[in-house]
């Protein structure tokens, strides 16, 4: 021992004495002698800078050669204190430790000696680390259009761009490789237009003007489209549309359509591959001769010329449908007349009148049985028999071929007999009265 240096040799406890020459007092002090410890071999502090998401690994040692280990020198050991879990993660690895970088600052990592079990905190030495988001310089962002027959065409952002409802919109963005922090969020500046989610996935949901932006929040860079969004109206170019009816005709020498009076008839539309707005307002130049129904249906007046005119157009999109149709009502033909009156003829006689006649045999028949003023309790039996029998006879006419059973001659049937029923009331009640008259003045 020189002046107030003592200068260990081997790792352990010891003690030291320190006597006053003078007065011969003696006092002594147990001191602990410890390896000094190296971080990678260094025996100074130690600083990382990484970038997020990077690793490295230490090694914690002593030099194991400045000192001797007495019998009975207990191990010295480490311990590992992370400052802040939220920045960089240390974990052990075979007897080295890997640092990991999980987030963006800075984080000390505190090794403590210790000697059996005690801690020795003044000893400690550090690693201190400091991790770095890498941020992109570069941000490029595209659009894409996909047209329903699935053409590609790529969005100007430059310009104002026309879409059409059904077509499938796409965005992309590119970032400089190996870019740890990104932030880029997707607007719409008309949600009614366009919706895009955070991904940058996009749905139409009507028509109208709408600007999307994207924008890397980091850097503050963005880009921006600007869409038209419209319906696509059109009609089939060589075929536009088609019409029916009754008889119906076509004069290519007048370019007229011709269908039946009394019978309605219908226009179609064919509509394009990809349109996407159908609603057709329909008008004519004469409603006395015909009018249109909103699905096309014509409802013939008379006889007459006219012209019918589709129009597709929803206002706003600069596509529009105007569809000129000549229509011509023709006469019903005499013999079709002719046709339809003897089918009238034989309902009022083969239905109406044989069930008028069974009406005025079946009120005899009750009158015979019903004698008196009790007859009248006959008629609605007589009446639901009427009824019966017709609904019987259309019933059958089911089983028969060519043949159908209508409820309108079940009707038919019953006014017949319902009638014959009546008239015969009637004739009875004159006869008893003219009876009555004749009886009274021969008194």
């Known amino acids: 021992m020189s002046g107030s240096s003592i200068t260990p040799k081997c790792v352990g406890e010891f003690t030291v004495y320190i006597t006053h020459t003078a007065s011969g007092i003696t006092k002594e002090v147990t001191m602990l002698a410890l390896d000094d410890f190296h971080i990678d071999g260094g025996k100074g502090q130690v600083s990382k800078n990484i970038k997020y998401s990077e690793s490295f690994e230490f090694e914690v040692g002593t030099s194991g050669d400045e000192f001797t280990r007495v019998d009975g020198a207990l191990e010295?050991?480490?311990?590992?204190?992370?400052?802040?879990?939220?920045?960089?993660?240390?974990?052990?690895?075979?007897?080295k430790y890997s640092v990991t970088g999980v987030g963006e600052g800075?984080?000390?990592?505190?090794?403590?000696?210790?000697?059996?079990?005690?801690?020795?905190?003044?000893?400690?030495?550090?690693?201190?680390?400091?991790?770095?988001?890498?941020?992109?310089?570069?941000?490029?962002?595209?659009?894409t259009r996909?047209?329903?027959?699935?053409?590609?065409?790529?969005?100007?952002?430059?310009?104002?761009?026309?879409?059409?409802?059904?077509?499938?919109?796409s965005l992309s963005?590119?970032?400089?490789?190996?870019?740890?922090?990104?932030?880029?969020?997707?607007?719409?500046?008309?949600?009614?237009?366009?919706?895009?989610?955070?991904?940058?996935?996009?749905?139409?949901?009507?028509i109208g003007k709408v600007t999307i932006t994207a924008t890397e929040k980091i850097t503050g860079k963005s880009q921006e489209f600007r869409l038209n969004i419209q319906n696509r109206i059109s009609l089939v170019e060589d075929n536009p549309f088609s019409v029916s009816g009754v008889d119906c005709t076509y004069d290519e020498a007048t370019g007229f359509y011709g269908i039946e009076n009394g019978h309605p008839g219908r226009i179609a539309l064919n509509f394009a591959?990809?349109?996407?707005?159908?609603?057709?307002?329909w008008t004519t130049s004469n409603d006395k001769v015909a009018t249109m129904g909103g699905d096309g249906v014509i409802s013939p007046l008379k006889a007459g010329k006219i012209k019918i005119?589709?129009?597709?157009?929803?206002?706003?999109?600069?596509?529009?449908?105007?569809?000129?149709?000549?229509?011509?009502?023709?006469?019903?033909?005499?013999?079709?007349?002719?046709?339809?009156?003897?089918?009238?003829?034989?309902?009022?006689?083969?239905?109406?009148?044989?069930?008028?006649v069974f009406g005025v045999f079946s009120a005899l028949t009750y009158m015979l049985w019903f004698r008196?003023?009790?007859?009248?309790?006959?008629?609605?039996l007589t009446i639901a028999q009427g009824f019966g029998l017709a609904a019987l006879t259309e019933y059958i006419q089911l089983s028969v071929p060519g043949r159908c059973g209508l409820f309108s001659d079940v009707l038919i049937d019953s006014a017949g007999c319902g009638i014959g029923i009546l008239v015969t009331g009637i004739l009875?009640?004159?006869?008893?009265?003219?009876?009555?008259?004749?009886?009274?003045?021969?008194?």
């Not at 505190?110 to 992109?136: C, F, L, Q």
């Not at 009875?428 to 004749?438: A, E, G, H, P, V």
């Open 76 to 95: 010295e050991t480490w311990s590992i204190k992370n400052s802040d879990d939220s920045i960089i993660t240390v974990k052990e690895n075979g007897g």
């Open 106 to 143: 800075n984080a000390t990592i505190t090794i403590v000696p210790h000697y059996g079990s005690e801690a020795y905190e003044s000893m400690s030495k550090t690693v201190k680390v400091k991790v770095d988001h890498v941020r992109t310089t570069a941000f490029n962002v595209s659009m």
């Open 146 to 169: 996909t047209k329903y027959n699935g053409d590609v065409i790529d969005i100007n952002p430059d310009l104002e761009n026309n879409c059409y409802r059904n077509d499938q919109l």
């Open 173 to 206: 963005t590119s970032i400089d490789e190996g870019t740890t922090l990104k932030d880029i969020e997707y607007t719409s500046s008309d949600k009614d237009v366009v919706i895009i989610n955070n991904e940058g996935r996009m749905w139409v949901m009507g």
């Open 273 to 281: 591959e990809g349109t996407t707005y159908r609603t057709v307002e």
């Open 309 to 356: 005119t589709a129009t597709i157009d929803d206002g706003y999109s600069t596509e529009k449908v105007i569809c000129t149709i000549n229509l011509t009502i023709n006469k019903q033909p005499v013999i079709k007349d002719l046709a339809e009156f003897f089918v009238l003829v034989r309902k009022a006689l083969g239905h109406f009148g044989a069930f008028l």
């Open 372 to 380: 008196g003023k009790h007859w009248f309790w006959s008629t609605p």
């Open 428 to 443: 009875i009640i004159l006869i008893t009265l003219l009876s009555w008259r004749k009886k009274k003045k021969q008194k």
